[in-house]
């Protein structure tokens, strides 16, 4: 049995969860045209799959921050959206090696930089973000 709360709830998050979605797909399309202008791209990054309003990405790790740099400017960018939006968005990240062993980075791009200095330095991914995190 559906309660009205729950029938309220659900169309109050719909356009939410629709929209973010809806922009989660053409940022998708803005990755791949970036690659199709620029084929060197694909050996930075490749998306793998897609979860409600998440991307997630195979990135070579010698690569790792330019090509988050460059995935964060295209999710951001509103002069490619189809239509006048003007609020505030961000991008989260989970870096690992594997998707069991995801840690999320909150300090964002500068954060992802100083993890990207560790495993150059040859740190594990496990390392990289507890040296990041400024727990070693």
């Not at 659900?10 to 969860?17: G, H, L, V």
């Not at 629709?18 to 050996?43: H, V």
């Not at 909150?106 to 150059?120: A, M, R, S, T, V």
């Amino acid at each position: 049995r559906i309660g009205a709360r729950c029938i309220l709830r659900e169309a109050c998050n719909f356009p939410i969860q629709g929209t973010a979605s809806d922009m989660t797909l053409l940022a998708l399309i803005l990755i791949y045209l970036s690659q199709q202008k620029r084929p060197e791209l694909k050996t930075w990054f490749l998306p793998i799959n897609i979860v409600h309003d998440a991307i997630w990405f195979a990135i070579d790790r010698t690569m790792l921050y330019q090509s988050l740099e460059l995935i964060t400017k295209l999710m951001l960018d509103n002069s490619k959206l189809p239509f006048a939006f003007d609020l505030p968005r961000s991008v989260g990240y989970k870096i690992g090696e594997t998707g069991g062993t995801w840690e999320e980075l909150k300090g964002g791009l500068p954060q992802i930089q100083q993890y990207h200095e560790f495993l150059n330095a040859g740190a594990t991914a496990q390392e990289a973000y507890k040296l990041s995190q400024g727990v070693l």
